[in-house]
């Protein structure tokens, strides 16, 4: 193809990528499948130029990226607290099915060596971060099961290119014990290394830099530097981008800006979103000329699909095997043994994608049966997406395992913004007598009405507007006509460019986080589980109040005598008086602590048993 007809394709692909991506969300269907499928489809139109997705792109141009956005996003606190089972998968579990695999193509095409057997095991053992990252996390996994997957696919492909490069040296030539422990050993360590003193040198020059542009633009170049000085020195650069991705993600809070984290952040999940999506449907593209290639094979037809087949069935129960076989290692050593059902979803959540037929590329061409492994691999990354991708979500639901409560998030998002008030609180209590203008009572405010709005998240009423959804849609409708305003302004041309844009952002920064709130009480309401569990806490106030079945009775008592309203209902779990929450104009709950020093409140509300103590300001 000339630079035009590239130029055409790309921009072709991009539209085809986004189209599937929506008719994916339309229909409620995992976007990586649909646009396998359509990327078969569309290998096999007439006139569809022949698309070989080159190893060296794979490694080079996407894996990179990709790496890095996930690591982003991954907490290192996370990730460091299920440690072992991530290490268990990413490096146990790939040199098990490197050999298992390997043993069983062997069994059915004994002509292929062994180097060659072992290097088809490790392009199919890693399964794929961006696979694991778009199925679990639609489905509403268990956060701790998707952080293991997570995890788990940061670091198994370093494993398994380093098998797989092994393999073909000793496919070559033979290679001795040592050097393959060697090789390993500089791998890993050279890797953590690299990307560590990447991060030093990015964090030394993020303190010294304020400018947002000029941050996303070192963001940009991170991983393609880490991926190379580390590849450079025979080192994983997978390792190197992951490790460099965490660290600067983990301190991201202390080395930018607000304003360089809200760039960094929407420009990597573009980033992410695009090259993601992309990857699938490249994947499928792959497909005619993969099977167009095994007319030249010797091999019968029977005994290729047996091997395709085989390896397939294969990466599948070898995972399954290993999850249950080392369920107990795969908790720390103080927790009891994970549930079954958790084991069996870690196991069955093995879609493999765009590395394995990457890694098949770099088997030479002159190897024997190639043609075959590369079926094989492209067998194992349509088989494990739609066999293991379009029923993990059918399983999860018939395994009943528990996922992600809105309502518990929004009670700790409650709890941990009520923790940070009392910190800033400390700071604002040392300036009040510098305040002439009494912006310290402003502040309080402010904050107040940031709390109270957490806090009304968490009350099921749906028949009456909150304060803080009050307060949403007054503002919504001003900021349509301040905005408004501003654009007649733009178009008089009264007043510079710049300063028009400046105040438009503005705006659009204040709207947006009205919508996110917005968005976040409508997912809470629409996906309400019911009871939360209860958190464990060290209050003794606390322990002392278990749990009862509040009756909110006619409502807030002294409202009632008042002939006032309230928005959610507050029981004391001392004397039983209920009384209203912060966001009701009379706030009698905290006026009944105060006039008592009962300490802790349950909530009286439908559904809802969490407990709040006044005098640890600890939620439980």
Known sequence: MGRVEIALFLVALTVVVLTGTAVADRVNVPAPLVLVVVGVLGSYLPGMPEVHLEAEVVLLGLLPPLLYAAALQTSLVDFNANRRPILLLSV????????????????????LSWPLALALGAVVAPPDAVAATAIGRRIGLPRRVVTILEGE???????????LRTALAAAAG?????????????????????????????????????????????????PFASYLLAEEVGASGVISVVVAGLLLGHKAPILQTAQSRIAERMNWRTIAFILENTVFLLIGLQ???????LAESEIPASQVALVCAGTLVAVVVLRLVWV?????????????????????????????????????????????YREVLLLAAFTVVAGTLFAQGLTLPWLARRLDVPTPDPAEDALARASLLQEAAKAGERVLREQEDEDPHDVVGSIRTRVEQRNNAAWERLGPNLDEETPSEHYTRLRRAMIDAERGRVLEIRSEGRVASDVVAEVLVMLDVE????DAARQSREELRSER??????????????????????????????????GTRWVHLRLCLECGYIGCCDSSPQRHASAHFHDTSHPVMQSAEPGEQWR?????????
């Open 612 to 620: 709040w103590c006044f005098v640890h300001h600890l939620t439980a």
């Open 287 to 293: 497909a005619r000329w993969i099977v167009d290639g």
């Open 511 to 514: 709207e947006s986080m009205l």
């Open 529 to 562: 589980t019911g009871e939360r569990s209860q958190q464990v806490t060290e209050c003794e106030d606390l322990e002392r109040s278990p749990v009862v079945d509040a009756d909110p009775g006619e409502g807030c008592e002294t409202c009632l005598e008042e």
């Open 92 to 111: 146990g579990l790939i040199l098990f099915t490197t050999v298992g695999v390997a043993a069983v193509v062997r069994l059915i095409l004994p002509e």
């Open 174 to 222: 033979g290679v001795g014990v040592l050097e393959v422990g060697g090789e390993f050993l500089l791998a890993a360590v050279g890797g953590a290394v690299i990307g560590f003193a990447v991060f030093l040198v990015v964090a030394r020059v993020r303190r010294r830099v304020h400018d947002p542009l000029l941050d996303t633009g070192i963001s940009l170049v991170v």
């Open 324 to 368: 249950f076989t080392t369920s107990q290692l795969l908790t720390r050593p103080s927790s009891e043994r994970p549930p079954a059902a958790i084991s069996l979803l870690v196991g069955w959540a093995g879609m493999r994608g765009v590395v394995t037929l990457a890694a098949a590329f770099v088997i030479p061409e002159e190897s024997d």
């Open 153 to 163: 696919s940061l670091f198994n492909d370093a494993t398994a290119l380093v098998s």
